[in-house]
C-alpha cells in the first residue's frame, strides 16, 4: 500500500482547492482506471474527471466533495515537505492575493500549457491585475545527424503592479542562459527565487536541502 494525493482543482484557477490523502496499491489504481501497463510512477500526474474519481471512491472507500471538480491524482513528492509554501501550481492564486510578485511559464511555441495559461490570467490583465510580457527565443542546435535543427521557445512573465522591474531583470538572464549555455549554479538558483518572490531565508533552506532546478516555472 502506497499513500496517493487528490487535489481538487478550483474552475477559477486551475489549482488545488483542498486535497485529500488516501492509502491504495498503485497496481489496483492503475487497473481501475484503466492505465496503460497498470502502473502509477511515482512523479506521475493524472487529470481524473467525476467519474475516474466515483471510480476511486467506490474502490477505495473514501467519500468525494459535492462539488464537480477535476482533480490531480499523483504520490506524495519531496517537495510536500518544504516547511514554506512552494509557489508550484499556486501561481495564479497567490498573485490575486498579491503574495506572490511574480510568475514566469515557459515552453515551445505550439505547447497547449501555454495556451491554458495564458487564457487563465488573461482576464487579470485586462483588468490591470497582473502585468505581462512575453517573448520567444530561439537558435540553432547540432542533431546526432550532425545536421541543426531550430530551438524555440515562449516565455510568459506576469508582475504585480509596481513589480515591472522583474521583466527587465527576468529578460537579461533568459537571454544569458539561453544563448551562452553552462551548468546551472546555486547562484542562478538563489537569483531565480529571489526573482519569484521567495526570502533569502527560504532560498537558503532549498539549497541547503539540494532541490534541484525545475523544468519549467516556480
Excluded at 493524472?46 to 471512491?57: A, C, F, V
Excluded at 512552494?86 to 511574480?102: A, D, I, Q, S, W
Excluded at 518572490?197 to 532546478?213: A, I
Amino acid at each position: 500500500m502506497a499513500v496517493f494525493k487528490l487535489s481538487f482543482l478550483s474552475p477559477e484557477t486551475n489549482t488545488p482547492s483542498h486535497e485529500l490523502r488516501f492509502d491504495g496499491d498503485a497496481g489496483e489504481i492503475a487497473r481501475a482506471l484503466g492505465l496503460r501497463d497498470a502502473v502509477v510512477p511515482d512523479h506521475a500526474y493524472y487529470r481524473l474527471d467525476r467519474k475516474g474519481l466515483t471510480i476511486l471512491s467506490s474502490v477505495f472507500g473514501f467519500a468525494l466533495p459535492a462539488s464537480d471538480e477535476e482533480a490531480l491524482l499523483r504520490r506524495p513528492h519531496a517537495i510536500d515537505t518544504t516547511p514554506y509554501l512552494v509557489h508550484t501550481n499556486y501561481e495564479l492564486p497567490l498573485m490575486l492575493e498579491g503574495r506572490k510578485p511574480f510568475a514566469f511559464f515557459s515552453d515551445d511555441p505550439k505547447s497547449p500549457i501555454l495556451a491554458e495559461t495564458r487564457a487563465l490570467f488573461a482576464p487579470h490583465v485586462d483588468a490591470g491585475t497582473f502585468l505581462l510580457d512575453t517573448f520567444e527565443l530561439s537558435r540553432m542546435c547540432p542533431t546526432t545527424t550532425g545536421g541543426e535543427k531550430e530551438q524555440r521557445i515562449i516565455y510568459l512573465a506576469y508582475a504585480l503592479p509596481g513589480e515591472r522591474w522583474r521583466f527587465e531583470r527576468f529578460r537579461q538572464r533568459c537571454h544569458r542562459l539561453f544563448n551562452n549555455w553552462r551548468p546551472w549554479t546555486d547562484e542562478d538558483e538563489r537569483e531565480e527565487g529571489l526573482l519569484l518572490g521567495y526570502t533569502e531565508e527560504q532560498c537558503d533552506w532549498w539549497l541547503e536541502n539540494r532541490f534541484r532546478k525545475p523544468v519549467t516555472e516556480a
